[in-house]
């Protein structure tokens, strides 16, 4: 019989390990040391009579695959028939910047309102990143290669991959290698003029993360953000979370909320269990 296992931590990560580990024949327990599962993606009544739909807004980065492999959809969860505008303002009062994330001709006509190179330059940049986004899909998507690893299995994964990037061509090669490394405010001051709209495009870059538009490397963050993105999620990351729920419950994962592990009880290097808050 295989041994139990213990999740510490019922956000969405912690949920989707358990339901796939409980799916592989393992009796599975999720710890939340909160009232709620999904940690920043939870939706909380913070006054009464007012919920909030998560922390963590963002679903477009939702992995269809994962929709898939859980069932998501039959335990309720539900697209979005078009995804929402993101809308920066100006304070003066002039004509906000809009992006529609699923429409690519009305985002560039609006930006043309404000500046025709825009309008011409968004087109140009989602062309780019449309290019790149099949190759860091399969970055996203896959377990980080193990570089020092000997064996021709491995070997022939790192030459896959290296064979993948070269597919892009020399140009789109050249620019992968050279925004990766750049600010994102760099790589968005190249491309465009309007400061608002290179506002509203840089957000994803460092929404959650520790960087600034001026960190190296956030313009790798943002082609990563773009790459990933796909539909949202109607309900938002609470609705996320409670598909997620009914499908780790589904598949038979007790899940405890209001529990704090105190510490894990390791013998001779091994984790053996853990000791809650209660003494349990």
């Known amino acids: 019989m295989s041994r139990p296992v213990v999740v510490i931590g019922g956000g969405v990560n912690g949920l989707v390990c ?19 599962l999904g940690g920043l993606a939870a939706g909380e009544e913070f006054h009464p ?4 739909a998560g922390v963590h807004l963002d679903t477009a980065s939702l992995r269809e695959e994962l929709v898939r492999e859980l069932d998501l959809e039959d335990h309720g969860l539900q697209w979005r028939d078009r995804e ?3 809308v920066v303002p100006d ?13 690519l001709e009305a985002t560039a006509a609006a930006l043309a309102a404000h500046d025709p190179a825009d309008g011409e330059a968004y087109r140009a940049w989602s062309a780019d990143v449309g290019r790149l ?14 570089v020092d690893a000997r064996t ?8 896959r991959k290296a064979l993948a990037l ?15 490394p750049m600010a994102v405010a760099d790589a968005l001051d190249e491309r465009f003029r309007g400061d608002r709209f290179k ?14 538009p001026w960190s190296a490397g956030s313009g790798l963050q943002l082609l990563l953000a773009e790459a990933a993105r796909g539909r949202s999620v109607r309900g938002g990351p609470a609705a996320v979370v409670a598909a997620l729920a009914r499908a780790a419950e589904a598949a038979g994962v007790t899940l405890r909320t209001g529990v704090e592990v105190a510490r894990l009880l390791v013998d001779e290097g091994r984790v053996l269990g853990v000791r809650l808050a209660s003494g349990e």
């Open 18 to 36: 358990a339901t796939l580990l409980a799916r592989g024949g393992r009796a599975v327990t999720v710890l939340e040391r909160r009232d709620v």
């Open 199 to 212: 506002l509203l495009l840089a957000t994803p870059a460092v929404a959650g993360t520790w960087t600034m």
């Open 91 to 103: 304070e003066g009062g002039a004509a906000p910047v809009v992006r529609r994330p699923d429409d």
């Open 49 to 52: 009579g007012f919920r909030h």
């Open 133 to 146: 986004a099949g190759f860091l899909r399969r970055v996203l998507d896959e377990p980080p290669p193990d």
């Open 166 to 180: 070269r597919r892009l061509g020399r140009r789109d090669m050249t620019e992968l290698l050279r925004v990766g």
């Open 152 to 159: 021709p299995g491995a070997l022939w994964e790192l030459a």
């Open 84 to 86: 929402p505008e993101v």
